[in-house]
């Protein structure tokens, strides 16, 4: 089982709508958890990052946590073709141990 | 606000030969970590530097070494390169023990023909 896990994609979705991207990770102790953004050929960004259970929202940009089911998304809202990227999951699994460990990434593409 | 920095933004290189990359952290940041990112793969960790020292290691051979400098500068060393070397490195640098938001520079293109 791979410690931090997504779907590839890619995923497409018009113009205006609301895309949604998941994430699931191994391990139970996993403090932190991120979001980065991908364009092709360019290096991670960090969009959003949430520590605690529930919604954290930030622009167009929501971050849910849950972790009883060990499961981390992203929503964004109003989706613009700029949105086009590979999104980029990763967990920091324990205090002290500040590796960030990555999911491969789900490419998502917004149709005009 | 000066952001993370990398040099060289492209290298190509031998099999066998050694590389040396360079990266300068955020404005305000002293910790620096190294990623190497293949290609349609998430970056994998290579190692961290805090105060000058190692303070964690991933899966990679010790053909892979780092240094950090007193201004908080990085180096990631990279002997007897193999073609399987070829990837984009990503340096990271955030603040302090127990800061996790980490910020990547612009990366490093290496190919090994």
């Known amino acids: 089982q791979k410690e931090v896990e997504q779907n590839s994609g890619p995923l497409s979705v018009p113009e205006g709508a609301i895309a949604s991207l998941n994430c699931t990770y191994s391990?139970?102790?996993?403090?932190?958890f991120f979001w980065y953004r991908q364009y092709s050929g360019k290096s991670p960004e960090l969009i959003m990052f949430?520590?605690?259970?529930g919604d954290k929202e930030d622009g167009r940009f929501t971050a849910q946590l849950n972790k009883a089911s060990q499961y981390v998304s992203l929503l964004i809202r109003d989706s613009q073709p700029s949105d086009s990227a590979t999104y980029l999951c990763?967990?920091?699994?324990?205090?002290?141990?500040?590796?960030?460990?990555f999911g491969t990434g789900t490419r998502l593409t917004i149709i005009p | 606000d000066a952001g993370v920095t990398q040099s060289p933004t492209h290298l190509i290189k031998t099999r066998g030969q050694q590389v040396t990359l360079r990266c300068s952290p955020k404005?305000?940041?002293?910790?620096v970590s190294w990623y190497q990112q293949a290609l349609g793969q998430g970056p994998q960790f290579i190692f961290q530097?805090?105060?000058?020292?190692?303070?964690q290691r991933g899966n990679f051979p010790d053909r892979f070494s780092g240094h950090q400098f007193p201004n908080y500068s990085s180096e990631l060393n990279v002997n007897a390169l193999l073609l399987g070397d070829s990837a984009l490195y990503l340096c990271?640098?955030?603040f302090g023990q127990g800061a996790y938001e980490q910020y990547f520079g612009p990366g490093t293109r290496l190919t090994v023909t």
């Open positions: 990271a640098s955030s």
């Open positions: 391990d139970r102790g996993s403090q932190s």
């Open positions: 949430i520590y605690s259970n």
């Open positions: 990763a967990v920091i699994s324990n205090f002290g141990n500040e590796k960030l460990t």
């Open positions: 404005s305000g940041h002293d910790t």
């Open positions: 530097y805090y105060e000058e020292e190692e303070r």
